[in-house]
């Protein structure tokens, strides 16, 4: 009976966790709003400003996304006796084993040398590689004026909105995708405006009266993960191992036996954070499990900023609330964990409420409520009357058992615009821009866009501007719907010209008068042509 020995190195592998019972055992998801600003004082230092030609994007483009290579593994392995004798009886040299047929040029045998060559060093295909540079060069160029041409509609007032969303896991290794909903209400005499949000069924054309919020900014995070599929022959392997009956031959012996390894190398990609939008008031964001080395997914703790436009349409001031449901989903199958039922939160209320001398279950979800919404008075009030001795622990305990659950909520209050500017300092001097610079009209059809710079402490509240259009001294004059001030340019809105059918070109010539009205002083701005576009 022939007997082998083969030395391997195992790693140790950790065992794959089980499913949980319910959503509370395995985590929870926590918000806080970090900033709050008008859109208008960001959108200048937000706004990306990419430098790259054609040529350089079709230096950059990558065709290959997986690179092939071939590997040998050498393993050893240590005989005792292995080989079947001669038959005639012990004694006997063992028979030795017929030599694997060489294959000309080394290599594979099943691979032709030319395939094999045209793996290892790929070539790309012209169209694709063209292709991918025009892709590559357009959306540098839309970035590059995104954040400007922002869909954001005249009746309304942006924010910039930036939220920390934390991610606390309550067990290591558990392989669970959180998703959050997240929806904006307005708060204001006492009520949410919920229904608001969304236009009215019966009639298309009523304005939304609730906030809207757009995924404008970047918020996708994405983890990197090196990969290497294997495919094994170890047949050679097997046959240090194998054996037949017959006599045994009492030799020692090693060998090395050659393995050839069949591997394509790339890269998986993994989603940390998503965002998307759901309906007019609503947001989704995932937050995904990451790849771990002793485990496929697993969540860890983390915490990500997501940051948002939300619009509140005109009419004063506002406050906002943001309410949240979280649901967590196995990694892989996608199946829900579930939620907590009345009874388990009934239970948890009075685990908590039993330690310190509340067993009534009504005053227990009001004392709840009230430290949700950061009612201190009210809670401190309603704790002296069922007499609790230590109502702050009680507070505390109450708010713990929040954390398992599906939603969770936090208000921030709105100011108008005007009070979060930048104040200017009295003695800073205002400069108005340069008169000789040359400027554009951008015209979409819907509104144009005139950017000046250089400029310099200037209050927009103090700016007014007009532009005339026409030939010789009958000049048409077109008031500015808009006038903004980004850092020192100032980003002046009219109405789109070709709306009114009003066209700039060498006959009709435009010009822009800019007025400040502290200072006193204006500019007028000769040399504006409507900007070109590529025939």
């Known amino acids: ?186 708060v204001g005499k006492g009520r949410i405006a919920a229904a608001d949000s969304m236009r009215s069924d019966d009639d298309p054309g009523e304005p939304a009266t609730g906030p809207r919020v757009l995924p404008l900014l970047v918020t996708d995070n994405l983890e990197m993960a090196a990969a290497s599929r294997t495919r094994e022959k170890i047949q050679e392997l097997a046959l240090a191992l194998g054996g037949s009956s017959g006599s045994v031959a009492g030799s020692l012996g090693v060998e090395s036996t050659e393995a050839k390894l069949d591997r394509v190398a790339g890269l998986d990609l993994n989603s940390l954070l998503a965002v998307a939008r759901v309906s007019d008031n609503t947001l989704m964001v995932r937050l995904g499990a990451m790849q771990q080395g002793s485990t496929r997914f697993a969540m860890v703790p983390r915490t990500h900023n997501v940051s948002m436009v939300v619009l509140i349409p005109d009419g004063g001031k506002a406050g906002l609330q943001l309410l949240a449901r979280t649901v967590f989903k196995d990694a892989i199958t996608g199946e829900a964990l579930p939620q907590r039922t009345p009874e388990r939160i009934e239970e948890l209320l009075l685990d908590v409420g039993r330690p310190h001398g509340v067993g009534d279950i009504e005053l227990l979800r009001k004392l709840s409520l009230l430290a949700r919404q950061n009612k201190a008075t009210e809670f401190m009030s309603a704790a002296a009357v069922a007499k609790v001795e230590y109502p702050l622990e009680l507070w505390v305990d109450l708010v713990g058992v929040s954390a398992g659950g599906q939603y969770s909520s936090v208000v921030v209050d709105l100011e108008d615009p005007a009070d979060y500017l930048p104040e200017i300092p009295e003695t800073a001097e205002a400069v108005l821009p340069d008169a000789r610079q040359e400027l554009e009209i951008d015209d979409d059809g819907t509104r144009c866009l005139i950017v000046i710079k250089g400029g310099r402490h200037l209050r927009q509240a103090d700016l007014a501007a007009r532009l005339f259009v026409g030939a010789g001294g009958s000049k048409l004059p077109v008031e500015a719907a808009r006038v903004t001030v980004e850092g020192d340019d100032v980003i002046i809105e009219f109405e789109s010209l070709r709306k009114q059918g009003i066209e700039v070109d060498d006959k009709n010539r435009a010009y822009l008068w800019l007025d400040d009205r502290r200072l006193g002083r204006h500019r007028e701005f000769r040399n504006v042509r409507r900007r070109r576009t590529r025939e």
């Not at 295909?125 to 590559?136: G, I, P, S």
């Open 1 to 186: 009976m022939p007997l082998a020995l083969l030395f391997t190195a195992c790693a140790a592998s950790r065992e794959e966790p089980g499913p949980l019972p319910a959503q509370e055992e395995a985590g929870s998801v926590h918000l806080a709003v970090l900033s709050v600003a008008p859109w208008q004082a960001y959108v200048a230092a937000l706004q990306p400003k990419f430098t790259l030609t054609a040529d350089g994007a079709l230096q950059q483009v990558l065709t290959i996304g997986q690179v092939s290579s071939n590997d040998e593994l050498s393993a050893t392995s240590v005989e005792v006796g292995v080989g079947v004798a001669e038959s005639g009886g012990p004694g006997k040299p063992p028979a030795k084993k017929p030599a694997a047929p060489a294959h000309a040029g080394g290599g594979r045998p099943d691979i032709r040398p030319g395939v094999a060559a045209a793996v290892a060093n790929p070539k790309r295909d012209a169209h694709t590689a063209y292709a991918n540079a025009a892709a590559l060069y357009q959306e540098v160029q839309l970035l590059n004026r995104y954040l400007k041409d922002a869909a954001i509609p005249k009746d309304c007032t942006a924010y910039v909105v930036r939220l920390q969303v934390t991610l606390l896991p309550r067990r290591r290794d558990a392989p669970y995708d959180a998703y959050s909903t997240l929806s904006f209400f307005s």
